[in-house]
């Protein structure tokens, strides 16, 4: 099976490129730079000038689209969030029209999404993907990015979206900033810490999207989480917990994040469960259900 994979060389990107490989399928990547010699082969796009190398497409079965700016970088002002939101459309128009001129298409597009997508929720609602979109910024983002996606189904794609909750990853992400202030002693749950994380191991991330491609009846939007979210405050000491460090710090008042961050403290303020149901109904046994169990198996071995 060729797969070709937009945003491949960030984290999450690069591991999906080695859990493809393990499995003997051919990922190949779209990048800024062309490098058609390296084990993974990179083919150039340029989504500002709308270019694309045409031999990227050539013998693609699945078009997994990662691509998009990082929403947690940088201030929300409005250039920002229109980089944040432009990066992620003009993309999927430009993947969409190359696409759309090819004789032998991809079979499914897989595109990235998050849980943002059901917006600010109380923190005892659990979302499901039957839901409509939220109204908040994040929420928007994430329904006109699906949107793009669905329009593949115009030209007789299978479309996934994946609306990926929090990635417990040891190298990056959010994991590494939660446990990076506890390791140098200065950790405390952020708000009230009452806040729900639905969360997922880096490894039943790509288990789930690899179950996504393979089984090809699945359509439509799977929350990618575990089925056993906890709150901020939970998980803090779970983290401090495995990593062997002392939590003695009052909570960080929510109006200093806010002071801080802007609108996006959003982002670690509020958070809701997400259902994991419909991904299990489907068939996909996840190997990490509790946060301790991924903890341990990620932090423990410092």
């Known amino acids: 099976m060729n797969i070709l994979i937009t945003g491949g060389t960030g984290l999450l990107g690069g591991r999906l490129v080695d859990y493809f490989s393990s499995l003997g399928m051919f990922p190949r990547l779209l990048s800024r730079k062309e490098d058609l010699n390296a084990e993974i082969s990179r ?35 409005a250039n920002r969030k229109k980089e944040i939101i ?38 005892d609602h659990e979302s499901q993907e039957d839901e409509n979109a939220g109204d908040d910024f994040l929420a928007q983002v994430c329904e006109k990015w699906e949107s793009e996606a669905d329009r593949f189904q115009d030209l007789g794609l299978r479309v996934v979206k994946l609306r990926t909750g929090v990635v ?9 900033k939660m446990t990076l202030p506890i390791r140098w002693f200065a950790g405390a749950p952020l708000g009230s810490g009452k806040q729900i994380i639905s969360w997922i191991h880096w490894k039943d991330w790509c288990g789930a999207v690899g179950h996504l491609v393979k089984e090809n009846k699945l359509v439509g939007a799977y929350n990618l989480v575990a ?49 994991s149901q419909k991904l299990e109904a489907s068939g996909f046994k996840f190997q990490y259900t509790s946060a301790e169990q991924a903890l341990s198996e990620l932090l423990g071995r410092d």
């Open 43 to 77: 083919f150039e796009w340029n989504i500002r000038e709308s270019k694309i190398d045409p031999r990227a497409l050539e013998g693609v079965d699945v078009l997994i689209h990662l691509a998009g700016a990082n929403v947690g970088e940088g201030r929300w002002t």
């Open 86 to 123: 432009d990066s992620r459309i003009d993309s999927t128009q430009l993947l969409y029209e190359a696409v759309a001129g090819m004789q032998n298409k991809p079979k499914t597009l897989i595109c990235a999404s998050a849980t943002g997508y059901y917006g600010l929720q109380e923190f």
């Open 168 to 176: 417990f990853d040891e190298s990056g992400g959010a994991l590494q």
């Open 227 to 275: 089925p056993e979210p906890v709150t901020n405050a939970t998980l803090t000491r779970l983290i401090a917990r495995v990593i062997g460090r002392p939590l003695f710090l009052p909570n960080v008042p929510a109006f200093v994040l806010k002071s801080m961050l802007g609108e996006m403290s959003s982002i670690v303020l509020r958070g809701h469960k997400v259902s």
